[in-house]
């Protein structure tokens, strides 16, 4: 078998190996020793964060199976259960997550034409709309569910309710919004770990595959929003 | 990229003693004891995790074989109520028999809950498969090395969860967590979580590294190597990666709901919410099906190589052998109802009996073309090879009467019975763990650059053999004379046949576990003073053996290799009846060969 000298794999694009480098971090970035370059980094990590995903896919889809089999079993409960929820902060919600998603694409876009102003302040409104799905979450939702005893299984003690099978929908709510959730706060200590780098001028036109593999997480996080709004919400 | 630039012969690289040398064996220690730890602990090298996943995972199959010495203890005796007075074995003592058999059912579910999340699902992948995958395709490292170093402590964790959950009395669920048993016994004790949430854990732990190994098979194998140049190994990690990848989430998903469910009882899986505790039973089994090829795929191929190198012939028919990987990998998302054959409705049991007998052919597939690769091969019946023969022959049973439970008539009356206790052994211990070892033996000279002893392996070899088929195959008979799992005893007085049997099986259990301690000695006799081992001992063709050093480099090559022929072209390489490791490889030499 025949063999390629690794010694000559220094891509040219690397620049001096001496001296000190003012390039900004994006420029000298250089791949990891066992790729050949950049790019074939980008397309490793690219295919791995999708695989990811994927596997998020499956985890709500499990839930989604789930739901579906007790709405079978439990048609009633799940009609009335939907009538106590409160479209306005889902709507609400709905509408923010949309914005967030448009607003991290953006930021790939920014970091892949340079815009350094611009990339930093889509990435910080990106944030503040999950924060702002978290509170309307837990201001408008949340607390009230709980102040009246609206809890998942042996934790319900709501008076008003109509079907016995009621608190099984609330477990069914609670356990999806509430995982649903957890992905939200996952995606917000992404970002700003993407701000601080942003920061640090380390995303450019030649480097931004975080930023990339972050988007595409809150993509699907959004996604899976868009579909439990509905399921949820407003099908009766 | 720049130009490939080929060499015929490349000179060897001299290098100092003493102090770091990125040239010196990955094993070399780079300082004192203190450096040594953490440079271990901080390692992104995939070779050092595999290590260290060999040697935890080797340290859980003894724990959970100390548990099922145990279990074929209190089996040796059937528990007898004379006078008022128990007479039995191990667990049962003074005059409560319940609490011998509450013991019984927390020592099988420990031993089945390690067996299969900490040692089975893990062990080729993990070990051999992160030492090798990379070195089998010509690459520096997996695609993400320190997702690979994080995938390692999640596996610490989940092992400390379970570990916690065992301390604080163990849980007595079995290891399929079926509602109720996980959701109602012991009610207001976490420990069940803790365990549960161990497995919940080690499932990322599985997620990362399959999906580690999928994209290193897609983007990083050596320049030359096509999907049909890479060798069977590889291609069985690859099918195994992937269901580690699509079934994973499921059981995930699953365990949380199962948590809520012991937490707050939120009904999903509960009759009296008006949940439905068989949904959990699919839910358990679409992953849990499909887990078994994790468990077994990689033992296949291990077997392919070794049968390859040591009988030194071309695989016979090596796409189909690779074909039938995926083909195994897809069916097996679609039969997860045969384990419901007594649960569920009854159409739905004719489909997964008629779906199941699928699986059966990609697997028949393998085994013929195995065989038909042995046949007229320079077969050495070296410790490896010893294993893959008798892998050939346990596994077959295991999966035939795999197809006896297939069938909806028979498994109505072997359900639950020891029978299904032996077929699954056959196919795990069997198939994978004899595998396993196997390729251990195999890949032993290349991964710590010592030899074995030959004779200390084979006498290892066969008292596993011997004991495994002794302790298991009397429980098919057990099985279809209606001896039910999971119970701590039997009712004697119409069952006087049961004793000798079960008897059998302990004694074989006895031989089982005194083999595994001979190949312990084995191992640590190699490690202090075993021979040195040349760079390729078998004479193999893939490239840890033609390209690397044994043990490999820090970057495990020397020069990046490039793939110029297949795996296993020995026709074309090898003159025949040469000896395994007499035989020089034509060029270039070996990049390990100033090693000897
Ligand atoms: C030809 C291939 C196979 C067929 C047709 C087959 C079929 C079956 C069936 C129908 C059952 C359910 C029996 C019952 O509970 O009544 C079963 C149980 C089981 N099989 Fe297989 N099997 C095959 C191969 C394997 C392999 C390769 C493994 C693992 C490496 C495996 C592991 C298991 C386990 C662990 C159980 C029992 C699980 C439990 O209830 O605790 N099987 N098999
Ligand atoms: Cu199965």
Known sequence: MATIDTHQHGAPSTGPSTGFDSRPYHERYKAASHFRDREHEFDAVKMGVWLFLSTEVLLFSGMFVAYAVLRFLHPEAFVNGSHYLDRIPGLANTIVLLLSSYTIASAVRNAQLGQFGKLKLNLLITNLCAIAFLLIKFIFEYGPKIAQGKLPGKLFHYPGAHDPSEPLWWGIYWAATGIHATHVIGGIIMISWLLVRANKRHFGPTHYTAIEGVALYWHIVDIVWIFLFPLLYLIH | MATPHTHDQHASHGHGHGGYDPHGSYLAAKGGMLTTIRDWATTIDHKKIGVMYLVAILFMFFLGGMFALA???????????????????????????????????????????????????????????????????????????????????????????????????????????????????????????????????????????????????????????????????????????????????????????????????????????????????????????????????????????????????????????????????????????????????????????????????????????????????????????????????????????????????????????????????????????????????????????????????????????????????????????????????????????????????????????????????????????????????????????????????????????VCTHGPYDYDDIVPANTKPGEFVLPTPSPAGARHH
């Open chain 2, 71 to 561: 279990i074929r203890a209190e089996m040796a005796v059937p528990t007898t109520l004379q006078n008022g007075v128990i007479h039995g074995q191990l667990f049962q003592s003074g005059d409560d028999i319940a609490k011998g058999n509450n013991i019984y059912n927390r020592v099988f579910s420990l031993h089945g809950i390690i067996m299969v999340f900490l040692v089975i699902v893990p062990s080729v992948p993990a070990s051999l498969g992160n030492f090798f995958l990379p070195l089998l395709i010509g690459a520096k490292d997996v695609a993400f090395p320190r997702l690979n170093l994080a995938s390692w402590y999640i596996y610490l964790t989940g092992s400390v969860f379970a570990v916690i959950a065992l301390v604080m009395g163990g849980v007595d669920t079995g290891w399929t967590f079926y509602v109720p048993y996980s959701t109602m016994t012991e009610e207001g004790h976490l420990k069940v979580v803790w365990m549960i949430l161990a497995a919940f854990i080690l499932g990322f732990s599985s997620i990362f590294t399959g999906l580690n190994f999928v994209v290193t098979v897609h983007k990083l194998r050596a320049p030359g190597m096509g999907w049909f140049d890479m060798p069977l190994f590889v291609w069985g990690i690859y099918a195994t990666s992937i269901i580690q990848v699509l079934a994973t989430p499921v059981i995930g998903i699953t365990l949380l709901l199962l948590i809520f469910e012991r937490l707050f009882n939120i009904g999903v899986f509960d009759p009296r919410m008006g949940g439905d505790p068989v949904l959990f039973q699919h839910f358990f089994w679409f992953y849990s099906h499909p887990v078994v090829y994790v468990m077994i795929l990689p033992g296949m191929a291990i077997i392919s190589e070794i049968i390859a190198v040591h009988s030194r012939k071309q695989i016979f028919g090596y796409r189909a052998v690779a074909f039938s990987s995926l083909a195994i990998a897809g069916i097996a998302f679609i039969v997860w109802g045969h384990h419901l054959f007594t649960s569920q409705g009854e159409v739905a049991s004719v489909i997964f009996s008629a779906l199941t007998f699928l699986v059966a052919i990609p697997t028949a597939v393998k085994v013929f073309n195995w065989i038909t690769t042995l046949f007229r091969g320079s077969i050495a019946l070296t410790t490896p090879m010893l294993y893959a023969l008798g892998f050939l022959f346990t596994f077959s049973i295991g999966g035939l009467t795999g197809l006896f439970l297939g069938a909806l008539s028979t498994d109505l009356h072997l359900h639950d019975t020891y029978f299904i206790v032996a077929h699954f052994h056959y196919v795990m211990m069997g198939g994978t763990i004899i595998a396993f070892i196997g390729g251990i033996h195999h890949w032993w000279p290349k991964m710590f650059g010592k030899m074995y002893n030959e004779l200390g392996g084979k006498i290892g070899f066969w008292l596993v053999f011997v004991g495994f088929n002794l302790t298991f195959f009397p429980q098919f008979i057990l099985g279809t004379q209606g001896m039910p799992r999971r119970y701590a005893s039997y009712d004697i007085v119409n069952n006087p046949g049961f004793t000798f049997i079960h008897q059998l099986s302990t004694a074989g259990s006895g031989i089982l576990a005194l083999g595994m301690f001979v190949h312990l000695f084995v191992f640590l006799h190699s490690l202090v003073m075993g021979r040195k081992a040349a760079a390729n001992p078998w004479g193999g063709l893939t490239f840890e053996w033609t390209h690397a050093s044994s043990p490999p480099i820090e970057h495990n090559f020397e020069h990046e290799p």
